[in-house]
Nanobody, 122 residues
Framework: QVQLVESGGGLVQTGGSLRLSCAAS????????IAWFRQAPGKERKFVAT????????FYESAVKGRFTISRDNVNDTVLLQMDSLKPEDTAVYFC???????????????WGQGTQVTVSS
């Protein structure tokens, strides 16, 4: 199995930045893509970005492309999501997930973390 633990959420003002971290572990983690999803109150869970654990290839949802950057921290075995130029509409619980490919549907992911709250004030 793959274990995922998110951290780094918090409260920021519009235009501010946050860096989220997803600690990923498990015997088969190298076979997975690690993705970030987010879910605002009363809305569906939506894809944000993904990265290949094996080769660091990335893919972004159009709403965050150019503002968010997903990357691997090889020293700490984590996947990072650097979020810049934050907007109130970015407010959500952010989840880390592991899947077998570049999927944009939450149904295609096998493992999930517990989430970390990001709030952007206007």
């Amino acid at each position: 199995q793959v274990q995922l633990v998110e951290s780094g959420g918090g409260l920021v003002q519009t235009g501010g930045s946050l860096r989220l971290s997803c600690a990923a572990s498990g015997r088969t983690v190298s076979n997975y893509f690690i993705a970030w999803f987010r879910q605002a109150p009363g809305k569906e869970r939506k894809f944000v970005a993904t990265i290949s654990w094996r080769d660091s290839g990335t893919f972004y949802e159009s709403a965050v492309k150019g503002r968010f950057t997903i990357s691997r921290d090889n020293v700490n075995d984590t996947v990072l999501l650097q979020m810049d130029s934050l907007k109130p509409e970015d407010t959500a619980v952010y989840f880390c997930a592991a899947g077998r490919g570049i999927y944009t549907s939450s149904y295609d992911y096998d493992y999930w973390g517990q989430g970390t709250q990001v709030t952007v004030s206007s």
